[in-house]
C-alpha cells in the first residue's frame, strides 16, 4: 500500500458519469493500463490519480446504479470537466444522462467542461473495430476522419430507432447518432446558462470511443487535459498568492515553536 503521507495532491480533477454498463471503468482502465478489462459495476466510486506532465489529474470513476446516484453530487464537487457517457447502443442511456446525471453537476465548478462520450463504438463501426496498435489503422485515417468539415444538424428533437438490434437479432444496432450528442450537449449548455456561441463547439466537445480497442480513447483524455490546463494554472497561481501551512513539514523539522502570547 503506497504511503499516504506521499501520494501528491490532485491539481485538477475530471468526473466519469453515467449509466450502469455503459464502460465507464472500462474507459479508464484502458487509458491508464492500456488494456481491456471486463469489469463489474462499480460500487460507489474510485479514482485514479494521473500525472500528466508536470501536473497531477484525478480521474473519477462513479457508480451508475440507483442506489448510488446521491453520491454522484458529492463526486463532482470541484470538477474541471465531466464526462458523460452512454452506449451508442442504447438510447435510454443517452436519456438517463439528461433526466439523472445532469443536475448533479450543479456542483463542479462553474467553468466546468462537458464532454458527451459515446462508448462501445466498436459494436457498430467499422472504424472503432480496429486497435490504434493494428496494421490496417493508419494515421491517415485518422485524419480523414477527423478533418471532416461537413456541417451537422442538430436535432432538437431526436427520436430513438424501434430496436437495438438488427433483423438477424445478434448484430447491435446504433441508436444514438453523434447529431443525438451534439443536441444533448446544446442542452447542457443552456441548462448552465452558458452561451453557445462563446463555449467550446459540440463538434470538438462529442465523442464516440471503444474501450474494448482503444478508438479515441486517448484522444478525449488528452483533449480534456488540454482544455483543463487554465484551470490548474489559476488553481496554482491562487494557491501561490495564499500558502498553507504543510503540517507534515513542521513535525519533520524537530523544533518546538514558543509560544509568544502576553
Keep these: 500500500m503506497p504511503d499516504v503521507s506521499k501520494m501528491k495532491k490532485p491539481d485538477v480533477k475530471v468526473v466519469l458519469l453515467g449509466d450502469m454498463h455503459v464502460g465507464k471503468t472500462s474507459l479508464l482502465h484502458r487509458y491508464t493500463e492500456r488494456k481491456f478489462k471486463d469489469t463489474t ?54 436519456s438517463e444522462l439528461e ?35 493494428s496494421d490496417s489503422f493508419s494515421e491517415d485515417q485518422t485524419d480523414i476522419v477527423e478533418d471532416r468539415t461537413e456541417p451537422q444538424v442538430l436535432s432538437a428533437c431526436p427520436t430513438p430507432p424501434a430496436s437495438p438490434t438488427s433483423l438477424s437479432g445478434v448484430v447491435p444496432r446504433k441508436q444514438v447518432s453523434r447529431e443525438d450528442a451534439m443536441a444533448l450537449y446544446g442542452r ?20 464516440e470511443t471503444s474501450a474494448k480497442t482503444g478508438y479515441n480513447v486517448d484522444a478525449l483524455f488528452e483533449t480534456l487535459f488540454d482544455l483543463v490546463l487554465p484551470s490548474i494554472l489559476r488553481k496554482r497561481h491562487e494557491n501561490h498568492e495564499s500558502p498553507t501551512v504543510d503540517l507534515e513539514d513542521c513535525r519533520g523539522s524537530g523544533k518546538r515553536v514558543r509560544s509568544s502570547c502576553c
Aim: proline share 4%; aromatic share 12%; with cysteine.
Design 41 to 94: 459495476s462499480t460500487v460507489g466510486g474510485a479514482f485514479f490519480l494521473k500525472q500528466w506532465g508536470p501536473y497531477n489529474i484525478s480521474i473519477w470513476d462513479t457508480a451508475g446504479r440507483e442506489q448510488f446516484h446521491g453520491l454522484g453530487s458529492m463526486y463532482c464537487r470541484g470538477a474541471a470537466a465531466v464526462i458523460l457517457t452512454y452506449d451508442v447502443t442504447n438510447w435510454q442511456s443517452l
Design 99 to 133: 433526466e439523472r446525471f445532469l443536475s448533479l453537476t450543479d456542483t463542479a465548478n462553474h467553468d466546468c467542461i462537458y464532454a458527451i462520450v459515446g462508448n462501445k463504438a466498436d459494436l457498430t463501426d467499422p472504424k472503432a473495430q480496429l486497435s490504434p496498435n
Design 188 to 207: 447542457i449548455l443552456r441548462y448552465k446558462g452558458l452561451d453557445e456561441k462563446s463555449s467550446l463547439p459540440a463538434d470538438k466537445m462529442c465523442f
